[in-house]
């Protein structure tokens, strides 16, 4: 009889399908076993090339509703196949490329409706663990590898059961008894009625064995005294010990169903199955971790110990695997890595974390083509093998071992699915015993803890949601939604996250491409609902010694390697890197180019105040608050409140709850027991240039005080000119009185005109104007301490528009902003609130993480929110000036408009033309610009003697001119400034300052390059390290692509002048070094240049004429 179609009634009954049709009634399965149908092909192991029966056009295959859309690879691990290509194809329903003799078996599994009976030439393998209380072992699933599982049909006695230990079944089989299907089992238990009989072949553990493994040091002797108990409690109770699962698979795998007394979640049917893995030699038992031992993983082993003893031999945990095609590169330095342990310790993690943060950190624009090219599971590589070769910590090339498998079941989180079947891999060092797993991101992926990698294209979507205030576990439920498939845990999708930001390069910068790095204007105020959960009562007080000074980039980098350090933390395992509030070690944010230095202010422990010499502590309480936060806290939570408050800490959570109300109601207090003791932090103070970019921010351990933003002005290089705050007043006196030598704040007190009363009537009435012109231009007579940008040492502390009526104090009429006419109307004092109205969105998240996420994630946040801000106001800039013109930035952080240098392909480089060298090139007409523009210089003798312009001779008189402040800027060149004390040190007879002259190179190769010739110029600073007493290696200074340069310049000082070394490449001579000495003597006359040219051999005739085309 002819098979029947794939849509027959026939399925494949999973432990995880709903519950059974009625085609899998009794006497359905009577029909399909019955020799009417015999013989049946068994389905699973029918290739398509050997099918029963022809596929036809009208064949239909049923999708399955249930189907999700998550990307499954093949059940081992993708390797090289030897196989053609003509032997693959891709299922229609999912795209997936398999073999062809597997087309069959996938479509049956994946893509069809209609289930199988369970036959008996198709069921779950099954093995009798206890014939007297019906207790079996049955293959979890039909797909390999065969997992055992329990259950227990036992239908003879007084104390019948039948029950199958997976809870997806017995939610079936209560669906099914409330839907009317009494009779309905699990494949499980159907599978049991083709069970083979009991051998009676079962292993009787003998004590001696277990001496023997005691004496061998495999476990002490109060495990043996506990394994000995254990046994006689299974003999008491008439159930075998320990029974081997032979079906089970793979091969490397041994499962032993071991007997626990004791029901729990992992044990409910009495046995409890222990694996041990002989590839990883490992041991897992449901009962706790792989890595600590129990009384089970101990009977287990007493079991293989007497019935397989080759498999107790110390080997390497190292396997060779054929397919993956490792090279055999073997070294006498590469030893027994069987011993090391991954993770490591917490040292050992340390070390991999400082290894990732300095050699394996992502770039900040990460390549489109990596961010979006990869998305389906195919594209993806399923063997993980870090790239490393060599130890990076070992002295020598000291050679890595071999891979070692971390695990072959993880998986890749993809914007589309989930890929499974990967396998990590990671290497040690025999020497330092260094680990290196793999962690490159050039395959289009993220690897956070070796089991769970996330795709660059889904870590890019999550940055973009966060920035548009879409949390993580929103986009994952989102993503488990659309594709109705089961995604890992939120938790830990955030975690891979932060790591993937944490080994990002970010730089921070926090700073506006308009305002530069010391804004002249700021604008400062509180998040007050931006707070992360924290106990005060555990903070302990700071040194007496602190003052207040912390190490930002320790700190940030600590933080950085909390997150990083989570990528090696098993679960439970404490984070060795965790980061904790504290007063003595917690830090601001500030950029790298706006603070002072890496040591700025925290004086937060300012804030305590002196303990009182009474019993009981004086803590203020309020009621309602209280009221509505106790419930929300555990018992021992509650408990700690009532023993702060001098209360009784016995009896529930109500008597507690209950007189904490009536000590409340007698002391009539405050709100801050909750602050102190189960309270929040004091939310998050930033501030802002009037762009609305972020420059600073503060992450508050306590309430908000005007201190909180007096040190991070303290720590800014140079202190704004003008403070927009919401309590100007208490700003001020607080920085004068913290700094009286100095008084920041002035003059008036950081008013803007003394406080008479007929100013404060007059800027009441709105009649008062104070102009301060040097906002808008810079001040020509600068002052002392200056403000880099307006040349003034005036500071202001003003009201913001919003809280400049609600101060009680007349004298701060004269804080408002509208007595500046440049302030008025032209600077928006409102950007921190608009700041707080967008990121108060965030949280309903960002309120829910630990203090050191918060922070982190904060910080990164903003720097985004920053980056994108530039970006526009960089677009806008651009729309008005030329496409091909360079935007820049100056020496202080201000874009600018520059000239890009052309860039020549090494085809179009050329000689410079000497039939020309003597022309002059001198435009008669023209501006200034034009005139000194690198495209117009030309190299000749004749314009030395030539006679300079008009406008020439006023920039050379405003360059030197003594009269005006020899600190104003005057030009700059890359990333140095030159002001006019540089000039007149050039252009008078004095000693040349050497930053001038490296400028002064700088345009020289600038030149050269515009000429299609490449010039090398080394610093002044540099080359001088070269003579005595340092001595330095000058080879320690060469580039990489000096071999591709034409001219070399070595500038040196000797006997009260520079001499300039030309060291020429040309047409391939060797040339010996040419000196060509020059002296300024005066810039009214003209620049007399000393030659000298010492000669030695030279190769070739030619050699001459060149030297002489250069001179």
């Keep these: ?39 049946l092909q068994p389905v699973t192991t029918c290739p398509l090339s050997e099918a029963p029966f022809p596929l036809s056009a009208s064949t239909q295959v049923l999708p399955s509703p249930t189907i999700s859309s998550v990307l499954v690879p093949p059940e081992q691990p993708t390797a090289k196949r030897s196989q053609p290509k003509k032997n693959r194809i891709r299922c229609d329903h999912c795209d997936m490329e398999l073999n062809k003799k597997n087309l069959r078996v996938h479509i049956r599994r994946k893509h069809t409706t209609v289930k199988e009976a369970i036959t008996l030439q198709r069921h779950l393998f099954c093995q009798v663990i206890d014939s007297k209380h019906g207790i079996f072992a049955v293959a979890k699933s039909f797909s390999a590898p065969s997992i055992p599982i329990h259950v227990q049909k036992k ?129 897992a038992c449901p009962c706790n971790k792989t890595k600590q031992s129990c009384i089970h993983k101990a009977i287990a082993k007493w079991h293989l110990f007497q019935s397989q003893r080759a498999l107790f031999q110390k080997v390497k945990t190292t396997e060779r695997i054929d397919s993956m095609q490792i090279p055999q590169q073997q070294s006498e330095n590469v030893g027994d890595c069987s011993d090391h342990q991954y993770p490591p310790n917490d040292d050992g993690i340390e070390r991999i974390v400082r290894y990732l943060m300095k050699n394996k950190s992502l770039p900040v624009d990460l390549p489109q083509n990596l961010v979006s090219g990869l998305q389906h599971g195919s594209e993806f590589r399923h063997q993980l093998i870090p790239e490393e070769t060599f130890c990076s910590e070992c002295e020598g090339n000291h050679v890595l071992s071999e891979p070692i498998i971390i695990t072959s079941r993880a998986k890749i989180l993809t914007f589309t699915g989930v890929v499974e079947g990967i396998s990590t891999y990671y290497k040690v060092c025999s020497n330092c015993s260094m680990m290196y797993r793999y962690q490159e991101f050039t395959d289009g992926i993220h690897n956070f803890n070796d089991h769970l990698l996330l795709s660059l294209h889904l870590c890019v979507i999550l940055r973009n949601a966060l920035q548009n205030h879409t949390a993580v576990s929103r986009v994952m439920s989102i993503l488990e939604a659309t594709a109705k498939a089961k995604f890992p845990s939120k938790d830990t999708v955030l975690h891979a996250y932060l790591h993937f930001e944490a080994l990002s390069s970010h730089v921070y910068s926090y700073t506006c491409i308009n305002c530069g790095y010391y804004p ?47 990528g090696f933390l098993s679960s439970g395992r404490k984070n060795p890197f965790v980061v904790c509030p504290s007063y003595d070690c917690w830090a601001p944010w500030i950029g790298p180019n706006t603070r002072k230095s890496d040591i700025v202010l925290n004086t937060e422990h300012a804030k305590l105040q002196k303990t009182k010499s009474c019993d009981v502590p004086d803590l203020d309480v309020t009621e309602e608050r209280l009221g509505d936060e106790l419930f929300n806290l555990k018992v021992d939570a509650v408990r700690k409140l009532c023993k702060e408050c001098g209360l009784d800490t016995k009896g529930s959570r109500m008597d507690l709850v209950l007189r904490l109300r009536t000590e409340m109601q007698n002391r009539s207090a405050y709100d801050k027991i909750f602050q102190q003791i189960w309270g929040a932090s004091g939310g998050w103070a930033v501030i802002t240039c009037p762009c609305g970019i972020v420059y600073s921010i503060k992450f508050n351990i306590r309430a908000e005080s005007p201190r909180d933003f007096a040190d991070l002005l303290l720590s800014w290089k140079h202190f704004p000119n003008v403070v927009i705050y919401d309590f100007a007043r208490g700003l001020a006196a607080h920085v004068n009185l913290r700094k009286a030598d100095s008084l920041p704040f002035s003059p008036h007190e950081g008013r803007l005109a003394e406080p008479t009363t007929a100013n404060i009537q007059l800027a009441k009435e709105g009649k008062l104007k104070v102009n301060l012109p040097w906002l808008k231009n810079k001040k020509e007579e600068e002052d002392i301490n200056c403000h880099p940008l307006t040349g003034s040492s005036e500071h202001y502390a003003l009201y913001d528009r919003f809280h400049e009526f609600n101060t009680k104090d007349p004298r701060d009429a004269l804080r408002r902003i509208q007595v500046v006419p440049e302030l008025c109307g032209w600077v928006n004092t409102q950007t921190a609130e608009q700041l707080f109205g967008s990121m108060r969105k965030n949280n309903y998240f960002l309120n829910m993480l630990t203090p050191s996420g918060h922070t982190f994630l904060m910080r990164n946040i903003i720097h985004h929110y920053n980056t994108a801000q530039n970006k526009n106001m960089e677009d806008s800039l651009r729309k008005i000036v030329s496409p091909s013109d360079q935007l820049t930035f100056n020496g202080y952080g201000q874009i600018v408009l520059g000239t890009p240098p052309q860039s020549l392909n090494d085809s179009e480089r050329h000689t410079c033309d000497i039939t020309q060298i003597d022309q002059v090139h001198c435009p008669s007409q023209g501006s200034v610009i034009d005139m000194t523009a690198l495209r117009n210089v030309q190299p000749n003798r004749a314009c030395w003697m030539h006679p300079q312009s008009s406008d020439q001779i006023k920039m050379i008189e405003n360059a030197l001119n003594e009269k005006e402040s020899r600190q ?144």
């Design 155 to 283: 239908i003879w006695g007084v104390n019948d059961k039948v029950m199958c230990e997976l809870d997806q079944c017995n939610a079936n089989a209560d669906f099914a008894q409330r839907s009317g299907l009494k009779p309905f089992e699990c494949c499980h238990l159907m599978s049991l009625a083709f069970c083979p009989k009991d051998d009676g072949n079962a292993v009787n553990l003998k004590e001696e064995t277990l001496n023997e493994m005691v004496k061998e040091k495999w476990f002490g002797e109060s495990r043996r005294d506990a394994c000995i108990e254990r046994q006689c409690l299974a003999n008491k109770d008439d159930v075998p010990l320990s029974v081997a699962i032979t079906f089970a698979g793979p091969s490397t795998k041994k499962y032993i169903s071991v007997y626990e007394p004791k029901m729990s979640y992992y044990c409910r049917l009495g046995r409890v199955t222990v694996v041990y893995d002989s590839k990883k030699i490992t041991w």
């Design 968 to 1111: 104003q800027f005057l030009a700059q060149v890359g990333a140095t400034i030159l002001n006019r004390s540089d000039f007149i040190t050039l252009g008078h007879p004095n000693d040349v300052e050497g930053t001038i002259l490296n400028a002064c190179l700088s345009m020289v190769r600038d030149i050269a390059d515009l000429k299609n010739i490449k010039v090398h110029c080394f610093s002044s600073y540099v080359t001088v390290t070269w003579l005595p007493p340092l001595c330095a290696d000058p080879s320690a200074n060469l580039p990489d692509h000096i071999a591709e340069c034409d001219f070399i310049l070595l500038p040196s000082w000797a006997s009260n002048h520079w001499m300039i070394c030309v060291s020429l490449f040309c047409l391939n001579y060797q040339f010996s070094l040419m000196q060509v000495t020059l002296r300024y003597f005066d810039i009214t006359n003209s620049c007399i240049f000393q030659e000298s040219f010492n000669r030695t051999s030279f190769t070739d005739h030619e050699t001459k004429k060149q030297r002489d085309v250069f001179a």
């Design 520 to 566: 002249k204007v700021v604008i400062m105020d509180l998040h007050k609902k931006g707070v992360f959960s924290i106990p005060f009562s555990e903070i302990a007080t700071p040194p007496s010694d602190f003052k207040g000074d912390t190490n930002i980039v320790s700190f940030w980098e600590s933080v950085t390697m909390e997150m990083i350090g989570r």
């Design 1 to 39: 009889m002819m098979a029947p179609p794939l849509s027959c009634p026939m399925a494949i009954q999973t432990s995880s399908s709903p519950v059974t049709s009625v085609f899998q009634s009794p006497a359905m399965t009577q029909f399909w076993t019955s020799p009417l149908c015999q013989p």
